[in-house]
C-alpha cells in the first residue's frame, strides 16, 4: 500500500503545490466557492447554491423595459415561514435582450438544503414600453411593486449547484388599456431549474489525521478540496461537474494518505464514499 502511495505521488507531484495554493485561497477569501469546511456538512443541514437568471419569450415590441428591486425566495416549512433576500444587481432589464435562450444572471445565493416553495419579485416604478419611436410608461400595480409571488416547489440538496430561471412572458405581461394609449404590467411568469452540478461526500477517520481531501480529475487536476469535521470526520465537496475523479487523502500527525478511484459523480447527485479509516 506504501507503494502505491508513492508511486502515486510521483505521479501527481503538483499535488503538493496545488494544496498550498488552495490554502492561500482560502486565507484570501478567493476560493470560496471551491472549498467547502462548513461543520454538519451533510444532506440534512448542509447548503446548495443557487443561481438565479432572468429569461423571456418573444414579444412584438422593440423594448419592455422591467425596474428589478429585489428578488427573494421562500425557505417555509409547514411551522415557519421565511423570506430570504437574494443579492442581485439591481437595474431596468430590457426583456427582449433574452429571447431565443438568451439569459442574464441576477444573483447567487447558497441557501439551506430542502424545499423552496414560492419568490417574490419586488419592482420599482421604471418600466417602460418601446414601439416604433414611442416610448409608454407601464403602470405598475402597488401589489406588484411590494411583491410578486409565484411558485417554485423545488427541493434542493446539500452540495448541488442549481440554476434557475425566471421565464417573463413579455408578450402576455402587457396589457393595453382601452383606447386610452396607457400600458399596464400584469406580469406573467413560470420559473424552472436545473441541476448543474454532483458532489462527493464520505467521512475520514481518525480525526487525529487532520485531512484534506482532494477531488482530482485526469492525472494531476485538483478541481476542488475539502476539510473534514474536526468531531465527526464529514466531509462534502459540493459544486463540481459531473465527471470521474480520484479522491486524494492527505494525512498529518504520522497517518498515511489515501487514494480512492473511481468516484464517479453524476448531474444532481452527491456520491456517498462512506467511512474512509486511515492507518499509521
Not at 82 to 94: A, E, F, L, S
Not at 101 to 108: F, I
Request: aromatic share 8%; with cysteine; hydrophobic share 40%.
Amino acid at each position: 500500500m506504501a507503494y502505491l502511495l508513492k508511486q502515486w505521488a510521483i505521479e501527481n507531484k503538483n499535488f503538493v503545490m496545488k494544496k498550498v495554493m488552495i490554502a492561500l485561497l482560502l486565507f484570501t477569501g478567493a476560493g470560496i466557492f471551491f472549498l467547502s469546511c462548513n461543520k454538519n456538512n451533510d444532506n440534512k443541514n448542509g447548503k446548495a447554491r443557487l443561481s438565479v437568471y432572468l429569461t423571456d419569450d418573444p414579444a412584438r415590441y422593440d423594448e419592455v423595459n422591467i425596474d428589478i428591486r429585489e428578488v427573494k425566495i421562500n425557505v417555509s416549512d409547514s411551522a415557519n415561514e421565511q423570506w430570504i433576500n437574494i443579492p442581485i444587481k439591481q437595474g431596468i432589464y430590457n426583456l427582449l435582450q433574452f429571447r431565443n435562450g438568451l439569459d442574464t444572471l441576477l444573483g447567487t445565493i447558497e441557501l439551506p438544503a430542502g424545499r423552496v416553495s414560492q419568490m417574490r419579485l419586488i419592482l420599482g416604478p421604471n418600466n417602460t414600453l418601446k414601439e416604433g419611436n414611442q416610448i409608454h410608461a407601464l403602470q405598475t400595480p402597488s401589489a406588484q411593486q411590494s411583491g410578486l409571488k409565484f411558485k417554485i416547489q423545488t427541493v434542493l440538496d446539500a452540495g448541488i449547484t442549481y440554476k434557475l430561471w425566471i421565464d417573463f412572458d413579455a408578450g402576455r405581461s402587457i396589457v393595453k388599456a382601452g383606447n386610452s394609449g396607457k400600458y399596464i404590467l400584469k406580469p406573467v411568469i413560470r420559473t424552472y431549474t436545473e441541476a448543474i452540478s454532483g458532489g462527493i461526500r464520505g467521512i475520514v477517520l481518525p480525526t487525529a489525521a487532520d485531512a484534506w481531501v482532494y477531488a482530482i480529475r485526469g492525472t494531476n487536476d485538483t478541481v476542488a478540496s475539502a476539510k473534514p469535521d474536526g468531531t465527526t470526520g464529514i466531509f462534502l465537496i459540493k459544486g463540481i461537474a459531473p465527471d470521474t475523479y480520484k479522491l486524494g487523502i492527505d494525512a498529518n500527525n504520522n497517518y498515511l494518505d489515501s487514494v480512492i478511484s473511481p468516484v464517479n459523480v453524476t448531474l444532481g447527485n452527491v456520491t456517498n464514499v462512506g467511512t474512509v479509516t486511515l492507518r499509521q
